[in-house]
């Protein structure tokens, strides 16, 4: 026995030897193989180098070493997301593919459920949205939203990405990552020894299971590895603005007002808009509103200018303004329009005329004021209105006596005084008119006189020239002989007034004296 | 013999060796080590089902859940164990850990009953959703649902979560006010203004369009082409409804009613429209319509009843 031990004592050793070498193997094929495909890449281009460091050459030596010994790569996973990088706005969904990848080939992995598990699955979960998802502007769905990976079918899941408008303009949402979980639950088998490999690919595994890499315990439990990908969202520019409406504008003729337009940026970056008024109106003039800078949600008010053509008078005109606005990065598209109405009703008098209506009532009040003034002096100049008996000297010396004297007496020639002065009003009154009328007979003549002469004007003016100079003697002494008679009227009248207070005074007297 | 001595002496000495190494590589050992058993189960629902939008307030949306029980076994001590729970009842605890606050999701059996099987177990059930009215439509809804399985003897017990993703549609809906009622009595030479005061009690920013049906002969009737609403019950704009009778010269005594119909839409996407609400005014025109110039015709008429005076004056002269 013992012989046989020293006997086969260098082949014990050379086992030991080869046992111990192959420890570390295992660890440098996993290493080797789980780098992903853009390592894979770059240690190729590396490998070119003959000159590059060891890690190109483990690289190698453990390609060769998994080719011939076929190592379960536990770790050797990774996830990925096809494309990488995507665009989407407001309102749109955009699919991707996502799930895990071969690190070999890079593409998704076919590989199923390997000959060590007894069952798996994979699901997904969002671990972060590009600027958080407070709104729930973000939805993320997964079809199928988990997976039973079989053999030979890609394992992964179409990842649609719906972006709405934040309710709050202002949580504006812009670009960045989108964090995917992917959950890899494994059921573990038989990790000691399992039946499906070859006998010599056996051993080794269970060699490993036991000694190197130690996994064996691991059989029949379930666990579950969680991947991380990363997806980057560019969130397109939305250009959309929001106008208040605004009530009907009334402006008079002449009138220029500038009306406020209010406006909010509803898109999710900063916008500059421009405006285009529609309008082909030749009453008003309208000048377009100044563009305006907005950050996402922001507020403000823009002007629109509108100026009223002095019409002077305008019953009442509707008109509708349209405002188009758009955004400077895209000029032809417009983005949002509103409808401003209008209404013009009025009078319109300019400076110049209300200059004139000033001037022309000036003119009226001096013409009425000059009519009146010429009107008064003649009456003065040719009829003296009766003074009241009361007030003459004589008599009133008379009448103070009377009311020492004789209180009844006094108020009976009072009296009489009073009536005496009415009547002689009224005879004023009377010859005033017939006076006037006289001089209108008088001037309807001279105009019918005018009218009836010949139409030959050189005739007439040698006519006129002529009998100009008679004729004013003539009209003089008519208007004298008019005026002397109302004045010997009038003196016939006074006369006969005192004559009739005079006989009344002396019936007093003689009842009195009686 | 003392060639045998040596040779044993050898012996020992590699034994000690091997067992030395053997013991620093081989891991710790435990009890499961060899006769490892493990519940493990899954949920999972049809993809499409969960992409049509769920219509708030009406809609209940059915969704089956399907489930994948079995019973993970590791080496051959583990196998012989577990033909000993075979036929052992297993209860799967299924229930939802988190919903928004404007959904409700109920499952129709919060414990699937099952037994212990070498073969994998297929099981389903049904969870209800129904989102209310302010469920931010085409926003993200979920619910996350957590299907455990209590440890059986030596099988240990397993839970996961999942989370189900789901979109609210839209709800068209809008409430049309007139603060100023809904009749006006006016001159023919007036303008009638009616505010029209539109609420949002959808659940989404909503763009309502206006346009007024009917026009009567020579009355001039113009409305707000559009406002757009803030998401949110109760947002608030308001619309004006700009009416002018006919004002040709004479008497007039017009009455009209004027429809106006509004239609709501959702603002990101104005294909999506709701159905149209209207709203009728009325407006009486009652009064002397004169052509503007009456301050001047009068002064002419005054000119004139005078120069008739005159004239006529001048005609008893004669």
């Known amino acids: 026995m013992g012989g046989t031990a020293i006997k086969h004592k260098k082949s014990i050793l050379a086992i030991i030897v080869v046992f111990f070498l192959l420890l570390s193997t295992p660890n440098q094929i996993i290493s080797a193989k789980a780098i992903d495909q853009e390592d894979m890449k770059n240690v190729g281009d590396i490998s070119g180098n003959t000159t590059s460091s060891g890690g190109s050459l483990r690289y190698f030596l453990g390609k060769i070493l998994a080719f011939i010994i076929p190592i379960n790569q536990f770790l050797a996973m990774a996830a990925k997301a096809q494309p990488e990088v995507i665009d989407i706005g407001y309102g749109e969904n955009v699919t991707i593919d996502v799930g895990l990848m071969d690190v070999e080939t890079g593409e998704f992995d076919t590989r199923g459920v390997p000959f060590f598990l007894n069952a798996r699955s994979i699901n997904f979960e969002v671990l972060e949205y590009p600027g958080g998802n407070a709104d729930g502007s973000w939805l993320v769905s997964f079809d199928p939203p988990v997976i039973r990976p079989k053999n030979g079918e890609e394992i992964k899941s179409q990842l649609t990405i719906s972006l709405t408008a934040p309710s709050n303009p202002k949580n504006a949402i812009k670009s960045g990552i989108l964090k995917i979980k992917l959950k890899d639950t494994q059921a573990y088998g038989n990790l000691w020894f399992p039946p499906e490999l070859p ?32 997806i980057l969202v560019r969130v397109k520019p939305y250009h959309t603005v929001r106008f208040e409406a605004t009530p009907l504008i009334k402006l008079n003729p002449g009138e220029i007002a500038s009306i406020p337009i209010s406006l909010q940026n509803l898109g999710n970056y900063n916008d500059t808009y421009g405006f285009r008024v529609v309008s082909d109106y030749k009453g008003i003039k309208i000048s377009n509103p100044v563009s305006v800078t907005l950050k996402p ?83 003065i100049k040719f009829h003296k209105k009766p003074e009241k008996p009361w007030d003459i000297p004589e008599k009133k010396e008379y009448l103070e006596e009377l009311r020492k004297e004789d209180r009844k007496k006094y108020n009976t020639v009072l009296d009489e005084m009073r009536k005496e002065y009415r009547s002689s009003i009224l005879s004023y009154n009377s010859s005033r008119k017939a006076m006037l009328k006289e001089a209108r007979k008088i001037k309807t003549k001279e105009s019918e006189k005018e009218k009836q002469q010949t139409p030959d004007i050189k005739k007439t003016k040698e006519i006129k020239t002529k009998e100009s100079k008679p004729e004013l003697p003539q009209k003089e002494e008519k208007r004298k002989s008019v005026i002397e008679k109302s004045a010997e009227m009038e003196k016939q009248r006074r006369e006969q007034a005192i004559l009739k207070i005079k006989k009344a005074q002396e019936k007093q007297r003689r009842k009195f004296g009686k | 013999m003392t060639k045998n001595f040596k040779t044993v002496e050898a012996s020992i000495v590699m034994g000690i060796l091997l067992a030395s190494v053997f013991t620093a590589i081989v891991p710790t050992t435990s009890a499961g080590i060899l006769v490892n058993l493990s519940s493990y189960v899954d949920v999972s629902w049809g993809g499409n ?111 996961q979560e999942f989370t189900l993703e789901f979109t609210p549609a839209y709800l068209p809906m809008i409430n049309a006010q007139l603060p100023d009622g809904n ?136």
């Open chain 1, 199 to 230: 006998l010599f690919q056996r051993l080794l595994w269970s060699t490993s299971a036991i000694f190197t890499m130690r996994f064996g315990k691991y059989s029949g439990t379930v666990d579950t590895e969680e991947r991380i990908i990363e």
């Open chain 2, 183 to 318: 009749t006006k009595n006016i001159g023919p030479m007036d303008t009638a203004v009616f505010p029209i005061e539109i609420s949002n009690m959808g659940n989404a920013r909503t763009t309502v369009f206006f346009k007024i049906e009917n026009v009567p002969k020579d009355w001039i009737a113009v409305v707000t082409d559009e406002i757009t609403l803030d998401e949110g019950k109760g947002s608030k704009g308001i619309a004006y409804l700009t009416i002018k009778p006919p004002k040709g010269f004479g008497y007039h005594y017009d009455e009209q009613s004027i429809i106006v119909t509004m239609t709501p839409a959702r603002a990101e996407d104005l294909t999506n429209q709701g159905e149209s609400k209207t709203v009728t005014v009325i407006v009486e025109s009652r009064g002397f319509s004169t052509p503007g110039f009456e301050s001047v015709l009068f002064i002419g008429a005054l000119l004139a009843v005078v120069v008739l005076l005159m004239m006529a004056r001048r005609i008893k002269k004669k």
């Open chain 2, 49 to 159: 089902e969960t992409t049509k939008p769920i219509v708030p307030r009406g809609e209940m949306r059915q969704l089956t859940l399907n489930l994948r029980y079995g019973v993970n076994r590791g080496a051959l001590p583990s196998q012989l164990l577990f033909m000993l729970y075979q036929g052992r009842q297993v209860n799967i605890k299924l229930e939802t850990l988190e919903t928004p606050t404007w959904c409700t999701a109920t499952l129709k059996s919060g414990t699937i009953t099952t037994v212990v099987s070498s073969e994998e177990k297929e099981l389903s059930t049904v969870l209800t959703l129904r989102v209310d009215e302010n469920a931010p439509a085409f926003g993200a809804g979920y619910v996350k649902i957590k299907a455990s399985v209590y440890k059986i003897g030596a099988i240990d017990g397993y839970s």
């Open chain 1, 297 to 379: 949600g922001e507020r403000k008010d823009t002007l629109l200018g509108v100026a009223v053509s002095p019409n002077v008078l305008d019953m009442g005109t509707l008109y509708t303004v349209r405002i188009e606005t758009y955004s400077i990065d895209q000029s032809n598209v417009t983005i949002a329009q509103r409808t401003v109405f209008l209404e013009t009703r009025g009078l319109y008098v300019s400076e110049l005329g209300w200059a004139g209506v000033l001037l022309f009532c000036v003119i009226i009040i001096f013409a009425v004021a000059f009519f009146l003034h010429r009107h008064r002096k003649i009456s």
